[in-house]
């Protein structure tokens, strides 16, 4: 029903930008409306940790702490796709990021989404 292709991740240096975006493949916009877009990491070792979500109505967005303030998620509905603009990067931020997609409120439960993309590596260099 929903299918997610992330993109943007690289290696960047300590400090710097990127840009991750999400394009999503749904049955029909009425329904994907109605769902949530979040943004997960793991890190080698690490159990998979929240990021950032968005709720396609409305736009309510949520945060970790570690994040806020620092990266900002976004969508575009025209285009079906979320972003994740990450600034002021930091090593800790390497990891594998995630894009899901889940028909539930906004959230930092895993297990509240149901469809991930197969993400893409950032890697932060100091």
């Known amino acids: 029903q929903v299918q997610l292709v992330e993109s943007g991740g690289g290696l960047v240096q300590a400090g710097g930008s990127l840009r991750l975006s999400c394009a999503a493949s749904?049955?029909?916009?009425?329904?994907?409306?109605?769902?949530?877009m979040g943004w997960f990491r793991q890190a080698p070792g690490k159990e998979r940790e929240f990021v950032a979500a968005i709720r396609w109505n409305g736009g309510s967005t949520y945060y970790s702490d570690s994040v806020k303030g620092r990266f900002t998620i976004s969508r575009d509905n025209a285009k079906n796709t979320v972003y994740l603009q990450m600034n002021s990067l930091k090593p800790e931020d390497t990891a594998v990021y995630y894009c899901?997609?889940?028909?539930?409120?906004?959230?930092?439960?895993?297990?509240?989404?149901?469809?991930w993309g197969q993400g893409t590596q950032v890697t932060v260099s100091s």
């Open positions: 749904v049955r029909t916009f009425t329904i994907f409306s109605a769902y949530t």
């Open positions: 899901a997609a889940g028909n539930s409120a906004v959230n930092s439960y895993a297990g509240s989404y149901d469809y």
